[in-house]
């Protein structure tokens, strides 16, 4: 990411919506304020953070909805302006950022000041422990849910690192909201690689066979 762009971050708040970094997200673009935002992160090679309101549903001084301190730092990698100005893009997570103070301003849409938030690592070989129990956990779901095995094996190919695997796969079977802001909160690595673990081994004995299971 790039960090001066962080002190001026557009965001967009949502109820129900977390964005981790690597994971693919399509949008429709359709509110003023909203196009306006498009626009302007397209003209300036802005990122869009996506925000997640605060379950209280508070609002701040200026009457905003309060949002929740981690967001997901996404790109705009493909977009269509509609001829009646509505957009259809597609975010790419790249990161994760905290929000440290709102700015005031006169755009329709909302803007922080925010830090990356990069992932951490202090202990490698837990971190590959867990990343080859998840191998082994796969080759256990091959005899119970081949389709699901072989999906699973993609995103291992497509992405052999544990840091990225593990985003890619805990946005895929984490799929409530709540349990996706916390992943969005977890920078340890070998913690997110764990919670997969933990994910795919209570699948496993549930013996479902079912792939919608897991990854809702």
Do not use: C
Not at 97 to 102: D, F, I, K, S
């Amino acid at each position: 990411m790039d960090v001066a762009q962080l002190e001026r971050l557009i965001i967009f708040p949502l109820p129900r919506v977390v964005l981790l970094p690597a994971m693919p997200m399509p949008l429709h673009i359709f509110e003023p304020r909203y196009r306006a935002m498009t626009r302007q992160a397209l003209d300036h090679e802005r990122y869009i953070a996506m925000a997640t309101l605060h379950p209280s549903g508070e609002v701040d001084a200026a009457q905003r909805p309060l949002v929740r301190p981690y967001v997901g730092v996404g790109a705009i990698t493909e977009w269509e302006e509609l001829p009646d100005g509505r957009f259809h893009i597609l975010l790419e997570g790249v990161g994760r950022a905290r929000v440290l103070t709102e700015h005031r301003t006169s755009e329709p849409y909302r803007e922080v000041r925010a830090e990356a938030v990069p992932d951490v690592d202090p202990d490698p070989g837990a971190t590959r422990r867990s990343f080859e129990a998840v191998r082994g956990l796969m080759m256990s779901l091959r005899l119970k849910n081949p389709k699901l095995a072989a999906l699973l094996r993609e995103e291992l190919d497509l992405h052999p690192e544990p840091a990225e695997f593990s985003n890619r796969l805990g946005a895929m079977i984490h799929g409530d909201v709540e349990s996706q802001y916390e992943l969005l909160t977890m920078t340890n690595v070998t913690e997110r690689m764990d919670a997969i673990v933990e994910h795919l081994s209570d699948f496993l004995a549930r013996t479902s066979s079912a792939p919608e299971d897991l990854l809702n």
